[in-house]
């Protein structure tokens, strides 16, 4: 039988950690056959909270779960962990200054950096979902010099998995058999889903999605703004953010880094960019990636890119740029 992998969530007492506790505990993520010992942080005040997730996760009865860490306190919640899915950040409120949210990450990501770098395996592997997470992740990664930047990624998943459907729908096929969609750049209203790569199983047959759709207008289009908007859009309808499918697409995220990805196929994660396509270093930015049985990623090269998506490539990482300077000044405060 397998030793237990510690696993951490943060956030744990909120929505997303709600989807997402479900699926680790029942193996989707690290498999049917890893049992997981899950340490949860989240901040004092929602001690009382999370005691209730506890509750429900041991009323799960999940046979893969050892053992249950509820804590406020980040030596035990980064103690030997392997995996970390950080979903904890402060939410936007209500006249906000993009600036203030900012400066709150950045102080949550430093600790959490310092934190990992001085209590986690090296080998673990960081997933940052809560936003701004390109910028909370490259934060979190300076202040953890000991554990290789590869280890370190923010999720556009959900925007690759909303962008597949979307296509999926069009094209009346389940959502599997559309393949290499991209997400570049920021996780932000910057990102540019591009389906100019994608591919589509149809009836046993791989075809490119774009002579499938024969609708350039709509993939330089409506395409793009109904992925870049959609979760302002389940906010509007459901009056809370995107949580179901937040949680889903994080388990995507750290499944296929710690499995590996199919051959022949790729997937987006916002990872410590070295230049690759011109779009800026030394930032998180999301690329297309493959990944092997070592869990290391690596970048797609080749593709072509067109003026069209060269320009929207650019803005995202401009933006990412930005942020990043912005993330950095705050530090020094
Ligand atoms: P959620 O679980 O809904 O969201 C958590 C984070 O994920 C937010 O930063 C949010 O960004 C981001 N997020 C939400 N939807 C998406 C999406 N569709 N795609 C990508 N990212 C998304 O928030 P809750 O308020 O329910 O829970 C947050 C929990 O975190 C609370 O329990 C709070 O106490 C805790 N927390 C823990 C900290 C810690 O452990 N140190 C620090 C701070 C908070 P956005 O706001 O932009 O939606």
């Known amino acids: 039988a397998k030793e237990p992998i510690r696993v951490l969530v943060t956030g744990a007492a909120g929505q997303i950690a709600y989807s997402l506790l479900f699926s680790v505990a029942k193996g989707d ?35 893969l779960v050892r053992e249950i860490i509820p804590t406020c306190d980040e030596q035990q919640a980064f103690n030997d962990i392997e995996a970390a899915f950080l979903v904890g950040a402060m939410p936007r409120k209500e006249g906000m200054e993009r600036k203030d949210l900012l400066a709150a990450n950045v102080k949550i990501f430093k600790s959490q950096g310092k934190a990992l770098d001085q209590f986690a395996k090296k080998t673990v592997k960081v997933l940052v979902v809560g936003n701004p997470a390109n910028t909370n992740a490259f934060i979190c990664s300076k202040y953890a010099p000991s554990i290789p930047k590869e280890n370190f990624s923010a999720m556009t998943r959900l925007d690759q998995n909303r962008a597949q459907s979307q296509i999926a729908f069009r094209l009346n096929v389940p959502a599997n058999n559309v393949t290499n969609v991209i997400i570049w750049g920021n996780h932000s209203s910057t990102q540019f889903p591009d389906a100019s790569h994608a591919l589509v199983n149809v009836n046993g047959t791989i075809k490119k999605v774009g002579d499938c759709l024969n609708d350039d207008a709509y993939l330089k289009g409506e395409f793009i703004t109904t992925v870049q908007k959609r979760g302002a859009a389940v906010i509007a309808a459901r009056k809370l953010s995107s949580a179901m499918s937040a949680a889903k697409a994080a388990c995507d995220h750290m499944r296929d880094w710690w499995n590996g990805t199919t051959e022949g196929q790729f997937v987006s994660m916002a990872v410590y960019s070295d230049g690759s396509y011109n779009v800026p270093a030394d930032v998180m930015y999301s690329f297309p990636v493959q990944i092997g049985a070592d869990r290391q990623w690596k970048i797609v090269q080749g593709l072509e890119i067109n003026d069209f998506a060269r320009q929207k490539m650019d803005l995202t990482g401009q933006e990412l740029k930005q942020e990043k300077e912005d993330a950095l000044s705050v530090c020094q405060d």
């Open 29 to 63: 993520v690290f498999g049917p056959d890893q049992p997981v010992i899950l340490h949860l942080l989240d901040i004092p005040p929602m001690m009382g909270v999370l005691e209730g997730v506890v509750m429900e996760l041991m009323d799960c009865a999940f046979s």
